[in-house]
């Protein structure tokens, strides 16, 4: 028995979990706060879930609305509507709106609930029993030219030259991943260079456990395809939030958890090569995630690449050392983080010109840009970021997320004093 | 599935308490309660002290118990009671009374049933919680005993354990099995 309980008050979580362990001790209760969580995305049908018990309302929510809208959706999970205290009108306007069953906080009733949840699962199962053997099952699972059982296709989210990504949900994840699926490309050696990639940024976010990377939940094959299954963030990645606005003291705050990510994967001997903020997720308004590790490398293997004369990343973020294919080490990563930080702080990059190749001549050559004049306590940090030279940089992750945190102190001391 | 903390130690106990039960119900005799009790116990590494017999009333016998448990070692205490039925199921009251008297108290759990037919099919297994989650469930524990509501009570908070069918009948008194539990050291021991 799997249930999810949109519910906002932990002790209520805890009475459905204890209720529903005294039928089914095994029972998975999946705690959804709605206030933490925020809406449940369009996409998301719970099918995972043999119920979806689902609060009348929370501090500042209305569950009615959400049974709308979670009502309208084809295929989504039976649910349990509970109500705050015992309304018939409210009762039968919860049925009206799709609830398939609904009970009461208030003067909880053991039976009512379990024998609620009960149904609800048989009926779910039954549906899902006939839906997997329906033509739009088989077609759900479809994403390209592969067939993946255990996810539905909820929609394509990109396609890139190499891989696709798609939203999908997951039979046995909470919830909705995102799909990264790659063609079979055996080059002349027959070695699967996708594949290669793949397992790379597999085994190194699996070596690496560090809140702020990505979770990453299989690695498969499926037909000729192989796909990754990773964490969906649905709050998007740090373009889209620089684009609301932020402060400095937020930017800083999140170069501080940049610089520390940057440390682990470091210390594990492995470079990014290609942080950006399109490869910054955020997990929370506070708490990035790093995605994207399929550049990374292990620092000793840097010379072969220069060797094919071959050049990885993005420009606008790349060091001067990246962008004219010399020897990398961690300080190379820290310079794109100086980049990403100046984008948070002014909204825009420091090196603009019309073609890549001019982007990369000035990383190298074109002073530091200065900050505004409001900014300019932080000149001294960007200086130190952006350096021309490697060892004109802080010397690794842990000395930049020192600085960044000090001027983060010092400019909140002074905002506050001001 | 994000596991609650403590709630996998919770659920071993109260599996443990039912086992308990479960074994004494097929006892063939009143006799071998505490053997069978301390096989029980001693599966899980714990000590089983059989009390004997609780002659007290139900709300009064659950204060008796609250405080063996309360003062007494990690481990098993067991009781029988010999409580008349008429009009009344006391050994939900016993649970109501005892979950007042355990709240908050984490590692303390206790149950209180029938051991045949003629108690009725209805036993109780609350703990340190109870009370929270009967408040949780819109009940005031306190007004619901006091109204004798003791059944819907304690189904609020998912306590109450159904013995429908449980045991052969053919005692001339229905024998009633009560286990105390100190499932571990409170906090700061």
């Known amino acids: 028995m799997r249930l999810l309980a949109i519910e906002q008050e932990p002790r209520v979580q805890a009475l459905i979990r204890h209720h529903a362990s005294c039928r089914w001790p095994a029972v998975e209760v999946v705690a959804y706060p709605p206030l933490e969580r925020g809406a449940i995305p369009a996409e998301f049908l719970a099918q995972g879930f043999d119920a979806v018990l689902l609060a009348q309302s929370w501090p500042g929510g209305d569950g009615m609305d959400w049974l709308r809208d979670l009502g309208n959706r084809a295929g989504f999970a039976p649910v349990v509507f509970m109500l705050d205290q015992e309304d018939a009108r409210a009762r039968e306007a919860a049925v009206g709106w799709g609830a398939f069953a609904v009970v009461s906080k208030h003067r909880f009733a053991h039976a009512a609930l379990l024998d609620s949840i009960e149904a609800a699962s048989h009926r779910h199962r039954l549906a899902m029993a006939e839906w997997r053997v329906s033509a739009a099952a088989r077609e759900s699972h479809r994403f390209g030219d592969a067939h993946i059982p255990g996810y539905r296709r909820a929609r394509l989210l990109a396609r890139g030259s190499v891989s696709h990504l798609y939203i999908a949900e997951s039979e046995k994840a909470e919830g909705l991943v995102v799909l990264k699926v790659t063609p079979s490309q055996r080059d002349d050696s027959g070695i699967d260079q996708s594949f290669e990639r793949f397992l790379q940024e597999y085994e190194i976010a699996e070596r690496i456990r560090h809140p702020n990377i990505v979770h990453l939940h299989e690695l498969g094959i499926a037909d000729d395809h192989a796909y990754l299954a990773m964490e969906y963030f649905p709050l998007g990645d740090l373009r889209r939030r620089m684009k609301a606005g932020l402060s400095p003291a937020e930017s800083l705050q999140y170069a501080v958890q940049l610089a520390e990510v940057l440390g682990a994967i470091h210390e594990a001997g492995i470079l990014h090569r290609d942080l950006k903020p399109g490869n910054v997720m955020l997990r929370t308004a506070e708490q990035l995630a790093l995605i994207d590790f399929g550049m990374a490398k292990q620092a000793a293997l840097q010379m072969e690449l220069t060797d094919k004369g071959l050049i990885f990343g993005t420009p606008h973020y790349m060091s001067p050392e990246q962008g004219h294919g010399q020897r990398l080490d961690a300080r190379s990563d820290l310079y794109s983080l100086g980049v990403v930080l100046f984008e948070l702080l002014t909204g825009e990059k420091p090196y603009r010109a019309d073609n890549p190749m001019t982007v990369l001549y000035m990383h190298r050559n074109t002073p530091i840009p200065r900050l505004d004049p409001r900014l300019a306590r932080l000149q001294p940090l960007m200086d130190r970021l952006l350096a021309k030279e490697p060892e004109d940089r802080y010397a690794d992750a842990a000395a930049t997320a020192t600085a960044i945190c000090a001027a983060r102190a010092q400019w909140l001391a002074e905002a506050n004093g001001a | ?189």
């Open chain 2, 1 to 189: 599935m994000r596991a609650q903390p403590g709630s996998g130690g919770m659920q071993r106990a109260r599996a443990l308490l039912l086992e308990s039960l479960a074994a004494t119900i097929a006892a063939p005799d009143m006799n071998a309660w505490p053997q069978v009790l301390r096989a029980a116990a001693d599966g899980h590494g714990l000590v089983m002290n059989w009390r004997g017999l609780l002659a007290d009333a139900p709300d009064t016998a659950a204060v008796r118990v609250a405080h063996a448990l309360e003062m007494g070692p990690v481990g098993m205490q067991a009781w029988y009671a010999a409580w008349p039925t008429e009009g009344a199921q006391p050994p939900l009251e016993f649970a109501a009374a005892a979950a007042g008297l355990v709240a908050g108290r984490e590692p303390l759990l206790v149950l209180a049933a029938p051991v045949d037919p003629s108690g009725g099919d209805s036993g109780a297994l609350i703990d340190g919680e109870s009370c929270a989650r009967m408040t949780v469930a819109g009940f005031d524990p306190e007004t619901e005993l006091r109204l004798g509501n003791c059944e819907e009570l304690l189904a609020s908070a998912g306590d109450l354990v159904n013995l429908a069918g449980h045991g052969a009948s053919g005692a001339v008194t229905p024998q009633f099995l009560i286990i105390g539990l100190k499932w571990h050291a409170p906090a700061g021991d």
